[in-house]
């Protein structure tokens, strides 16, 4: 089966730490995506790439930044997390018809 | 933000048929709909997508009017797996996929 990992379900980071969501899929696809997803704001896109090292900016990338380095990895940088940013975090990627998105990792800042 | 408007809730009878509006009154020619939708605590699945015919598949069927300004998800047989937030996006092909609050369908027993 086709799929998209994310490198944790839950995890509990402290205020200040820089925090890595680690993102890959095996199906070679170009385009891939991070989103937030929180009660009341719905799905909301932080980062998306369209190639390796491409990046371009969601409609919340403030206190994110990404990397992708290989095409089958996209990553998610906290560079100093906040409670803020508590949320459920999930990575997507896409063919030109479809996207397929991973579980999610439920990250608890505090 | 987002280009469509969905009703943010329905209700539906279980076995029969779910139809979920869209309206999406300012696409262009080279977008697409898509409809995804998300079971609690999962990520999104994909369902269909057309751009002006009226598609079908094993999940649902998809109906876009003829001025493409709306379109319907059609779940012909709705079970309590159903029950989900459904969402109806525009995009052209490749490119980011905005989610807007989509609608809130409940499978009622």
């Known amino acids: 089966d086709v799929k998209v990992t994310q490198s944790s379900r839950y995890l509990v980071k402290r205020t200040g730490e820089k925090v890595f969501l680690e993102c890959v899929q095996d199906?070679?696809?170009?385009?891939m995506f991070w989103y937030r997803q929180d009660p009341g704001l719905g799905l909301r896109l932080i980062y998306f790439?369209?190639?390796?090292?491409?990046?371009e900016k969601g409609d919340i990338p403030e206190g994110y930044s990404v990397s992708r380095e290989k095409k089958e990895r996209f990553s998610l940088i906290l560079e100093s997390a906040s409670t803020n940013q508590t949320s459920m975090y999930l990575c997507a990627s896409r063919t030109r018809d479809r996207a397929l998105f991973g579980p999610g990792t439920r990250l608890l800042v505090l | 933000d987002a280009k469509t408007t969905q009703p943010p809730s329905m209700d539906c009878a279980e076995g029969r048929a779910a139809n979920l509006p869209c309206n999406h009154s300012t696409i262009s020619g080279n977008e697409y709909v898509y409809w995804y939708r998300q079971i609690h605590s999962q990520g999104p699945q994909y369902i269909i997508h057309g751009l002006k015919n009226n598609e079908t598949n094993e999940m649902a069927s998809l109906i876009i009017t003829e001025d493409r300004k709306s379109s319907t998800l059609i779940l012909p047989h709705a079970t309590l797996r159903d029950t989900a937030v459904y969402y109806c996006i525009v995009s052209p092909r490749d490119d980011k996929i905005i989610f807007g609050k989509g609608t809130r369908l409940h499978i009622l027993p």
């Open positions: 199906m070679d696809h170009e385009n």
């Open positions: 790439s369209y190639d390796v090292k491409m990046k």
